[in-house]
Each structure stands twice: as structure tokens, then as C-alpha cells.
């Protein structure tokens, strides 16, 4: 098994109990053919065109819909969350990822590409881990955005780390954690 392949195996493990909630499986399921126009979507079309697309099945198994040629992977919206929020990641966007859900330290250093063209669903903005709104945890929306993860503090040392960031400009999200990441708005 690759390694891209593991950490998106990983990925579908950490998402397994969302995608096996109650609301999920009363959804109709996606044709591979919704799956593919959703997760196309994430990134620009020429990405998007070439990437591997994988899904998650009701009990949160992965499945690989489409191969890819570009080494990018990209994953069509959730139903379980309340926006649209298909991602595509290159391989070391993979492997950061792998590290958060696993809750390891990523890679120092390495730094990988994400997209989220059509946006992403509401999250924290300091704590990676929190699954709902707190009056400590600074929920914001995210618009359309890329996000540029695996850098070393010195990189996002350029940036606003406001826990209420102006999100239409870039900004860091998770600041003084190891999964901190720099947003970049799109529009």
C-alpha cells in the first residue's frame, strides 16, 4: 500500500463517525459520477482533472472512485456538513493531514498544497481538534481558500494569527500548534 493511499486510509478512519451518523445513512448515496463532479470541484479544473478521487462509504471505508496522474487526491463534499467543502491535497497536504487526525506531529518542513475552491465548513480557529461551536474556540466560516500546510514557524511568522482573523485575507489557522496552516482566501 502506498503511503498517500495509508494516509488516506487515515483520513477515512478519523471521518468514519461523521460519514456513519444516522443523518448519512438516511442520505441517498452519491453515484460515482456526483462523486467525481464534487470532488473536482475542490481544485481548479486542470487539478481536479487529473487527481485520484476517493470516497467514503457509510461506515467510513474508502474507496478509490477515480485513479489519478498528478499526485494529487481530492475528496468529494461531506452531506454531514452544513457547506459545501470537497478538499484536493498533493501528497505531502496528505501526509500533514494523516499527522493532524492521527494527532502526531507533522513533518517540519514539508510543505504541502491544499484546495478548497468551493470553501469549508465552519471550524475553529485555535483549537484542531474541536467539533463544535465553544465560547473559547473562535468558530469562523471559510470562504473559498487554499491552504499552504508543513511549513516551519518561521513561515507563517509572516502572518496574522488573530484567533478572530479577517478570513478575506490570508491568515493562520491553529496558530502555535503543530498543525498550524496558512489560509489564503481565493475571492
Not at 32 to 48: E, H, L, Q, T, Y
Not at 146 to 156: E, I, P, R, S
Amino acid at each position: 500500500m502506498t503511503r498517500t493511499l495509508l494516509l488516506v486510509a487515515a483520513l477515512g478512519a478519523v471521518l468514519a463517525p461523521a460519514f456513519a451518523s444516522e443523518k448519512h445513512k438516511a442520505a441517498a448515496p452519491m453515484s460515482d459520477k456526483a462523486i467525481i463532479a464534487s470532488a473536482m470541484r475542490a481544485a481548479p479544473a486542470k487539478v481536479g482533472a487529473g487527481a485520484k478521487i476517493v470516497a467514503f462509504d457509510d461506515k467510513g471505508a474508502m474507496r478509490t472512485v477515480r485513479e489519478g496522474t498528478n499526485g494529487f487526491t481530492c475528496i468529494a463534499d461531506s452531506p454531514q456538513t452544513p457547506g459545501p467543502d470537497p478538499m484536493c491535497m498533493d501528497a505531502a497536504a496528505m501526509e500533514w493531514a494523516g499527522a493532524w487526525m492521527s494527532k502526531k506531529p507533522p513533518t517540519a518542513g514539508k510543505m504541502g498544497l491544499m484546495y478548497m475552491l468551493e470553501g469549508g465548513t465552519d471550524a475553529s480557529n485555535t483549537d484542531p481538534f474541536a467539533a463544535a461551536p465553544t465560547h473559547e474556540n473562535h468558530w469562523i466560516k471559510t470562504g473559498p481558500h487554499v491552504m499552504v500546510v508543513g511549513g516551519d514557524a518561521a513561515f507563517y511568522d509572516q502572518y496574522p494569527k488573530s484567533p478572530d482573523p479577517d478570513t478575506s485575507m490570508p491568515y493562520v489557522m491553529w496558530a502555535g500548534t503543530p498543525y498550524q496552516h496558512l489560509m489564503v482566501p481565493t475571492h
